[in-house]
């Protein structure tokens, strides 16, 4: 910490010591309160203490930070007394003063503001005489001794149960004098609520409300950096990877009042629309009002322009007489302050080169900004404001790329709830949100009725425990799919985001009682027929029917995606299984499927026959009796698939789950098995108990079942050649790549890779023609990272499947995780979810060493990655980094992915 | 391939080439008959073809190689015609040779021995007149031809299901003769036997037999070294890691005859007892026999030696007059060959330095030897001969550590079968080795039934599908255990293996029928309170009760053990979790516990109750108040460890399990459960719901335990220090070790560390007392071995699990890989099973990095494994190399670890 530096900065003015760019030393308030003032705006004079002072108070205390800054702090408050032209504790005509922290980054748990801070009981007397206002004066006082009550003294509600105590007190009051709202105390109330609150402070605290306005300064300044090192804020900042070091900021800013009478005003503005983007002027304002009031929602706030005024009226049912009479814009009240706005919001804007977020009050007639920051916005108005500002030369293609968070894409894919419904819908539970959008129908419980409903033009919510691949049929058809357990990469999931799908998992508090059909929550009974509303991208469920609409790509859209497409590196190609799925992700832009999943091929309609056949079989001539069913079959998939990727590779992954997941676990749907297939109810369960395993996810499964089973290997090779040759004599250009899933030693992959260039070879004799393909594997198992140089001299390609390589590095079951991995992010033991930003330190290493053994191995090895984290953009900036070729995802996080890989380019 | 060097290397009484050194030129056989010769032994006359002619052949073919060694083979033909002085090919007096492969190391699959090659049907007539025996030219001409019509020509089986072509032949004539035995063949008969074999490869190969010697000759030659390259022989070799480039070579010998009248014999001798060890010359041999006439067991066969005999008749309850007149030994019907094989066998042992085992034959009063080789010996003889020649100056001390095979010493620790009883027992399934010993008992379905069973004074066999936690109270009072399901590394094997008790894992031709309370195999049925046997050694079920002994230690092992002591440098400790355990395990030389698993003492008698207590318990307040009876069992139980292990370290870990592994899953528990615990039913089946796991190997165990309800580390820390302090004060040394489970990154480690040394800090305050522990953690995540570094930098000790390591890193779980394992194993894809010996280029990679970061963090770590290969020889050579501190293993595996050490030492 150096002693020659200053530790005060004012801005004002006259003078103003700090800039934007200052915001380690001054926090981003003080920083952007400091620019404001240097690019002309009309803003409460103030200073700011540095975050140098913060970690001299943390490191020296309190003392001794005192007497370092004692001397520059007498001098800031002078210099505001001198801009302000009053006196701070002046018993006539007293400067007021705001205190704030302000750190680097905006930080929960730590103190937020004070206001009216100088007031006492001869200054609130000299503030009512010259406001002539005394209930105006009283309430100032009423809120500051409140807020310094609070976060200086201490005076906390002592448990969760328990309630404000200031509140407790004003309801007596408002009680004793059979009133509602505060606004309906008098000034007489409002001074016997100080006293009250004085008393209560003295009584708990054991000290008296300080008099002093000096003394209530340093009280605040301390009780700020000592906000810093609350346990809350410790917390957050471990989380957060912010260091303790850094400090918090002090600023201390003259006050100004909205609440003078009817030529003051206080209010909120947008330099654009913050909900959908338009280039257009907008926000609220109260007049004779506190900043607070305007969020309070006791009187409706006017509209600042007159555009905007009108549309509201439009919503709002107002006439436009009434309009203008009652609920006059800013513009039209007072056009000069307006214009002044107007000019401001426009400096503002150009000068930070974003929408901004503005708050300003008019105190007698004359405008204060009181802050500037870029403002909060949706998606869709992330990109098309990010769009027009590159159109209007604001900003450059790199700085509008980034302008996009990609996960809010997210918004712009799915469909979204009617937002005036949504306001009186009702929460009932929450889950997890496993699939974006917005989805409304009636409940089922199974996954056949599910589809039989649809059939009868019902929409339905697939309402389960939990899903297994029996439900596949059932979840395609339904609006959405909410479950009782599992987490975020739990089958619903997953196969959820694979459809593009709503789906809420993991809601705990759900009860599922499928023999009488009902969803139980709490008290709360839903009957099957019910209507149910889910909410995909918060994970909230609500009771009955909410409107839905789809949402539209609008042209800005797209012109990010092509923006996109030229910085970024890595391919994106889509996890689609089906050629609709297919479809979808070409349209979105995918560049290839990285992942088909052909064991959801064998779910539909007659095929799970002839695969329960082959698990049925006594031998492998039995076995391949039942596989030649299944191969014509397969080989339309993958034509499909092919027809629908022209000129695109299409990786297929050979059949990776355990056989026990195609076979019906239940009494009643294992008797309807025995007697489809006409074999004993006794023979099912055996085999259906020989499937049973402890843990299924390490189980017999993945490459495993083609080493133990060829003739299925030797199937899904056929398959996949023979609809390459018949697409290709239809003139369409195939690339296929043939996938090993589960590899953990080279020989495994050899002695596949035997099986399918066996079977090719056989067909191009028998075909007389050739094909190129690729033959390549997953890397899933830490063992296949550890000995990836091996592969790599066998297989032409790998393909993370972090999921599974997730899975086993941690040793977290995805299924299972969810009893602790809540409790483990909340103690950083990970600060993201693995499952769905990649743990780079663990799984990461595994990758990256993966990645530079194969390589060296074979130099042009193509390196992807399939696994959910292909669609999550701080894992694509790690994949990027990584080296990665391309990335792999559901076909509704292809946008994401794209705009993720550009951002990652960029840095 | 060098063409200057020769490729025959002859030996005999007047000239030898090779000798005991030159294995690899010559095969280990050829190398043995050459160096016997060398040091005067006599030997039939023959010379060995070089494994460089096998490469040869190999490389460049048939026409090639015979041009390439055509010339030395005739001169190698002439020198033994020299020696023997009969001429090959001669119809008077044939000299006839033996055919033999032998490579570096023996290889099944190769072609073995061709006997009597060079005769037809003229030599066949010289021969009988010049023995003056035709039933012996007939029958030694039929064994050649059946065997080279075998192995030359071809003619063998040709499916499965099929005969022997020339058996089935044999058994035509025998009843058309009316005749049982071959013996009771005349010459007549052989000659017709003969002519029909003949017939029947002329018909079958299209080819005569060839009557030309030199001709049978070349062909048998080439046959050898074709099997080299026979399917069976190179997959052996591909297993074992044998070069394809070593060959084979062939020794051609000269025939010597037991079978030409009384003054003739062939026997089998050993220098030492192979049983016992006992330094006793010792065989067996037939008057007027073959070779294979001792092995075939149609004569019973006398014994060598005097004292041989008599402790034979003395087992055969043979009189002494009867033996003497009727069953002489050697020594005493013929003394003077008996005084040149005693002096032959004391001159091979001492010259090789290790017990040999011999083939002699005597044909017409001379004495010729045959063979020598190590001869294979007991586990209880290795011990005793490596001692013995010890002691006698015969070898040195690395020798005599490197005499004994480890996993051999198993026989010397557990029960075994008497050996007569044995006899006659009938296998009637066969399982997983899991646990070794001999056990027989009356079988048992119900854990809690074999303690009601034993209590009546029974012994009972266990037998379970599977077994569970809930199951070891009936475990342990069990003789032995059998299981339908589970692999080596199953809960049952596990647990049984730590108890040292007999244990069969995995029959999967078991059906087990609790409700019926049967036990089927195939059409065998047996019943509850039948008697059943089980050698966990090989995996063998017996029907009926098979008497057992215990095996006892022999000063020798004990001698043994020092030795290994002083050179090994990997400490031995042993997984124990009750002071039983520990007691046996410091007997057989433990010198600490590197596991103890403290949830095993969960489930004994009321504990259980307080753990049940706890899961069921709502809140943190509930838990506590189960804890705090569980914690003076704890405590009382470590108390326990710390008293036997006085002086010697003892590695805690804290709970490990799912707790699910704690409740009942079945109704009729539960609701015993219920009763005991007056809750309902419900509350008990949801929480069950609730623990219901899908991949529990992968959920909520380990320290994610400790994480969510750190007032489970709280207690067991508290017993763990509270104990250490009780033992101390009665006088004794304690060194506790506290052990972290399943961490995967060092924020797990320090949450649960702190728990732990808070919870100490605050018993010494408490009782104003300090001990010194340490605080490390078991490393059997993937990730945690990827950041060691970090880890170490907080934990003092690593423990490695390798068996939770080994699941993740591969991707198996132990319970379910018998599903494919067994597949992999036979197709090479792990060379060993992973679960019995460290996967050293996976998991051991893994396990090396650790090691190497934890190091670089903490140069004093302390670094152990206390996972299944603890205890097992290749592994424990690899933890060597490793530079581990120690290995840990159930107690019964510690001498094995023990002399494993050692040997890892010596190299």
Same mark, same amino acid.
């Given at each position: 910490?150096?002693?020659?530096?200053?530790?005060?900065?004012?801005?004002?003015?006259?003078?103003?010591?700090?800039?934007?760019?200052?915001?380690?030393?001054?926090?981003?308030?003080?920083?952007?309160?400091?620019?404001?003032?240097?690019?002309?705006?009309?803003?409460?004079?103030? #200073?700011?203490?540095?975050?140098?002072?913060?970690?001299?108070?943390?490191?020296?205390? !309190?003392? !001794?930070?005192?007497?370092?800054? !004692?001397?520059?702090?007498?001098?800031?408050?002078? #210099?505001?007394?001198?801009?302000?032209?009053?006196?701070?504790?002046?018993?006539?005509?007293?400067?007021?003063?705001?205190?704030?922290?302000?750190?680097?980054?905006?930080?929960?748990?730590? &103190?937020?503001?004070?206001?009216?801070?100088?007031?006492?009981?001869?200054?609130?007397?000299?503030?009512?005489? @010259?406001?002539?206002?005394?209930?105006?004066?009283?309430?100032?006082? +009423?809120?500051?001794?409140?807020?310094?009550?609070?976060?200086?003294?201490?005076? @906390?509600?002592?448990?969760?149960?328990?309630?404000?105590?200031?509140?407790?007190?004003?309801?007596?009051?408002?009680?004793?004098?059979?009133?509602?709202?505060?606004?309906?105390?008098?000034?007489?109330?409002? @001074?016997?609520?100080?006293?009250?609150?004085?008393?209560?402070?003295?009584?708990?605290?054991?000290?008296?409300?300080?008099?002093?306005?000096?003394?209530?300064?340093?009280?605040?300044?301390?009780?700020?950096?000592?906000?810093?090192?609350?346990?809350?804020?410790?917390?957050? +900042?471990?989380?957060?990877?912010?260091?303790?070091?850094?400090?918090?900021?002090?600023?201390?800013?003259?006050?100004?009042?909205?609440?003078?009478?009817?030529?003051?005003?206080?209010?909120?503005?947008?330099?654009?629309?913050?909900?959908?983007?338009?280039?257009?002027?907008?926000?609220?304002?109260?007049?004779?009002?506190?900043?607070?009031?305007?969020?309070?929602?006791?009187?409706?706030?006017?509209?600042?322009? *007159?555009?905007?005024?009108?549309?509201?009226?439009?919503?709002?049912?107002?006439?436009?007489?009434?309009?203008?009479?009652?609920?006059?814009?800013?513009?039209?009240?007072?056009?000069?302050?307006?214009?002044?706005?107007?000019?401001?919001?426009?400096?503002? /804007?150009?000068?930070?080169?974003?929408?901004?977020?503005?708050?300003?009050?008019?105190?007698?007639?004359?405008?204060?900004?009181?802050?500037?920051?870029?403002?909060?916005?949706?998606?869709?108005? &992330?990109?098309?404001?990010?769009?027009?500002?590159?159109?209007?030369?604001?900003?450059?293609?790199?700085?509008?790329?980034?302008?996009?968070?990609?996960? *809010?894409?997210?918004?712009?894919?799915?469909?979204?709830?009617?937002?005036?419904?949504?306001?009186?819908?009702?929460?009932?539970?929450?889950?997890?949100?496993?699939?974006?959008?917005?989805?409304?129908?009636?409940?089922?419980?199974?996954?056949?009725?599910?589809?039989?409903?649809?059939?009868?033009?019902?929409?339905?919510?697939?309402?389960?425990?939990?899903?297994?691949?029996?439900?596949?049929?059932?979840?395609?058809?339904?609006?959405?799919?909410?479950?009782?357990?599992?987490?975020?990469?739990?089958?619903?999931?997953?196969?959820?985001?694979?459809?593009?799908?709503?789906?809420?998992?993991?809601?705990?508090?759900?009860?599922?009682?499928?023999?009488?059909?009902?969803?139980?929550?709490?008290?709360?009974?839903?009957?099957?027929?019910?209507?149910?509303?889910?909410?995909?991208?918060?994970?909230?469920?609500?009771?009955?029917?909410?409107?839905?609409?789809?949402?539209?790509?609008?042209?800005?859209?797209?012109?990010?995606?092509?923006?996109?497409?030229?910085?970024?590196?890595?391919?994106?190609?889509?996890?689609?299984?089906?050629?609709?799925?297919?479809?979808?992700?070409?349209?979105?832009?995918?560049?290839?499927?990285?992942?088909?999943?052909?064991?959801? &091929?064998?779910?539909?309609?007659?095929?799970?026959?002839?695969?329960?056949?082959?698990?049925?079989?006594?031998?492998?001539?039995?076995?391949?009796?039942?596989?030649?069913?299944?191969?014509?079959?397969?080989?339309?998939?993958?034509?499909?698939?092919?027809?629908?990727?022209?000129?695109?590779?299409?990786?297929?992954?050979?059949?990776?789950?355990?056989?026990?997941? #195609?076979?019906?676990?239940?009494?009643?749907?294992?008797?309807?098995?025995?007697?489809?297939?006409?074999?004993?109810?006794?023979?099912? @369960?055996?085999?259906?108990?020989?499937?049973?395993?402890?843990?299924?996810?390490?189980?017999?499964?993945?490459?495993?079942?083609?080493?133990?089973?060829?003739?299925?290997?030797?199937?899904?090779?056929?398959?996949?050649?023979?609809?390459?040759?018949?697409?290709?004599?239809?003139?369409?250009?195939?690339?296929? /790549?043939?996938?090993?899933?589960?590899?953990?030693?080279?020989?495994?992959?050899?002695?596949?890779?035997?099986?399918?260039?066996?079977?090719?070879?056989?067909?191009?004799?028998?075909?007389?023609?050739?094909?190129?393909?690729?033959?390549?594997?997953?890397?899933?198992?830490?063992?296949?990272?550890?000995?990836?140089?091996?592969?790599?001299?066998?297989?032409?390609?790998?393909?993370?499947?972090?999921?599974?390589?997730?899975?086993?590095?941690?040793?977290?079951?995805?299924?299972?995780?969810?009893?602790?991995?809540?409790?483990?992010?909340?103690?950083?033991?990970? /600060?993201?979810?693995?499952?769905?930003?990649?743990?780079?330190?663990?799984?990461?290493?595994?990758?990256?060493?993966?990645?530079?053994?194969?390589?060296?191995?074979?130099?042009?090895?193509?390196?992807?990655?399939?696994?959910?984290?292909?669609?999550?953009?701080?894992?694509?900036? #790690?994949?990027?980094?990584?080296?990665?070729?391309?990335?792999?995802?559901?076909?509704?996080?292809?946008?994401?992915?794209?705009?993720?890989?550009?951002?990652?380019?960029?840095?």
């Amino acid at each position: 910490m150096s002693n020659t530096n200053h530790y005060v900065y004012a801005f004002g003015s006259t003078r103003t010591e700090g800039d934007a760019s200052m915001k380690n030393l001054l926090g981003g308030k003080g920083a952007n309160l400091a620019e404001m003032c240097r690019i002309g705006i009309t803003v409460p004079s103030g #200073f700011t203490i540095s975050t140098e002072a913060c970690t001299a108070f943390t490191e020296q205390g !309190r003392e !001794r930070l005192v007497d370092l800054i !004692r001397e520059e702090v007498l001098q800031g408050i002078a #210099f505001v007394q001198g801009e302000m032209g009053k006196k701070f504790g002046d018993a006539a005509d007293p400067l007021l003063l705001s205190i704030r922290s302000g750190a680097r980054a905006s930080m929960p748990g730590m &103190m937020d503001t004070i206001l009216n801070l100088g007031l006492n009981d001869e200054a609130v007397i000299g503030l009512a005489r @010259k406001a002539n206002n005394e209930r105006f004066a009283w309430d100032s006082y +009423r809120r500051f001794v409140q807020m310094y009550g609070d976060v200086v003294m201490g005076l @906390k509600p002592v448990s969760k149960e328990d309630h404000d105590p200031f509140e407790v007190i004003i309801d007596m009051v408002k009680d004793a004098r059979g009133v509602k709202l505060d606004t309906e105390l008098d000034a007489a109330d409002l @001074k016997e609520l100080v006293q009250r609150f004085k008393s209560l402070i003295r009584a708990r605290v054991g000290r008296d409300f300080p008099t002093d306005p000096w003394e209530q300064l340093w009280g605040a300044v301390i009780a700020v950096f000592e906000s810093w090192n609350n346990p809350r804020a410790k917390v957050y +900042r471990e989380l957060n990877d912010i260091p303790q070091s850094w400090g918090t900021a002090v600023n201390v800013q003259a006050m100004v009042f909205g609440n003078l009478g009817n030529t003051s005003a206080t209010g909120v503005a947008f330099t654009r629309d913050a909900g959908t983007g338009e280039d257009q002027f907008n926000g609220e304002f109260l007049i004779n009002a506190q900043g607070e009031d305007v969020v309070a929602g006791v009187r409706t706030p006017q509209q600042i322009t *007159r555009l905007g005024s009108q549309r509201w009226a439009q919503l709002a049912l107002v006439a436009e007489s009434v309009r203008r009479s009652q609920y006059p814009s800013l513009e039209e009240l007072m056009p000069d302050l307006y214009q002044q706005l107007l000019a401001a919001e426009t400096l503002l /804007e150009n000068h930070y080169a974003d929408m901004q977020d503005l708050e300003f009050t008019i105190q007698e007639g004359k405008l204060w900004m009181l802050q500037t920051r870029n403002g909060k916005r949706t998606g869709a108005a &992330m990109v098309r404001i990010a769009m027009e500002m590159l159109d209007q030369g604001m900003i450059d293609e790199k700085t509008a790329l980034k302008r996009v968070s990609p996960e *809010r894409l997210n918004e712009l894919l799915h469909p979204v709830f009617d937002a005036t419904a949504l306001q009186s819908a009702k929460v009932i539970a929450r889950g997890l949100p496993a699939s974006p959008g917005a989805a409304t129908g009636q409940i089922v419980f199974f996954a056949d009725e599910a589809d039989a409903w649809v059939k009868q033009g019902k929409t339905v919510v697939l309402v389960r425990l939990e899903t297994s691949p029996e439900d596949l049929r059932g979840m395609s058809v339904a609006a959405g799919i909410l479950t009782a357990r599992g987490g975020m990469t739990s089958h619903a999931a997953v196969v959820a985001r694979g459809m593009g799908k709503c789906c809420i998992s993991g809601a705990g508090a759900v009860h599922v009682d499928l023999k009488a059909r009902q969803l139980i929550i709490g008290d709360l009974v839903l009957n099957e027929g019910d209507w149910l509303s889910l909410n995909g991208s918060t994970g909230e469920v609500f009771q009955g029917k909410i409107p839905t609409r789809e949402a539209e790509l609008s042209g800005d859209f797209g012109k990010l995606m092509a923006l996109s497409d030229r910085y970024k590196k890595l391919e994106v190609r889509a996890n689609a299984d089906t050629p609709t799925d297919a479809r979808v992700a070409r349209n979105f832009g995918a560049t290839g499927i990285g992942l088909c999943r052909t064991e959801h &091929m064998f779910f539909t309609g007659e095929r799970i026959v002839a695969v329960r056949e082959m698990i049925l079989a006594d031998d492998k001539a039995g076995r391949r009796k039942a596989l030649a069913k299944l191969l014509p079959m397969q080989r339309s998939d993958f034509e499909g698939l092919f027809r629908e990727m022209n000129g695109l590779p299409v990786t297929i992954r050979l059949l990776d789950p355990p056989l026990h997941e #195609f076979v019906p676990h239940d009494d009643a749907n294992q008797r309807a098995m025995a007697a489809d297939m006409q074999v004993s109810l006794g023979k099912i @369960k055996m085999r259906v108990e020989e499937l049973h395993e402890f843990n299924p996810m390490m189980g017999h499964r993945g490459c495993r079942l083609g080493i133990t089973y060829p003739e299925v290997t030797e199937m899904q090779a056929r398959a996949i050649i023979e609809a390459a040759l018949n697409m290709r004599h239809q003139g369409l250009t195939v690339k296929a /790549e043939i996938m090993v899933p589960l590899v953990g030693t080279v020989r495994e992959f050899t002695l596949q890779a035997d099986v399918i260039r066996q079977t090719a070879a056989a067909i191009f004799a028998e075909r007389g023609e050739q094909l190129d393909y690729l033959l390549g594997t997953m890397i899933e198992t830490p063992r296949a990272t550890i000995t990836a140089d091996d592969i790599a001299r066998q297989a032409e390609f790998f393909s993370f499947g972090t999921n599974d390589l997730t899975q086993m590095t941690l040793g977290f079951s995805r299924d299972d995780a969810n009893k602790f991995l809540p409790e483990y992010l909340k103690q950083g033991i990970y /600060e993201r979810d693995p499952f769905r930003s990649i743990d780079q330190q663990g799984v990461g290493a595994l990758v990256d060493m993966a990645v530079r053994k194969g390589r060296q191995a074979r130099a042009d090895i193509e390196v992807g990655i399939c696994g959910e984290h292909g669609g999550d953009p701080t894992s694509i900036e #790690f994949f990027h980094r990584t080296g990665l070729d391309y990335v792999s995802c559901s076909p509704f996080r292809v946008p994401i992915a794209r705009l993720a890989a550009a951002q990652a380019a960029l840095d």
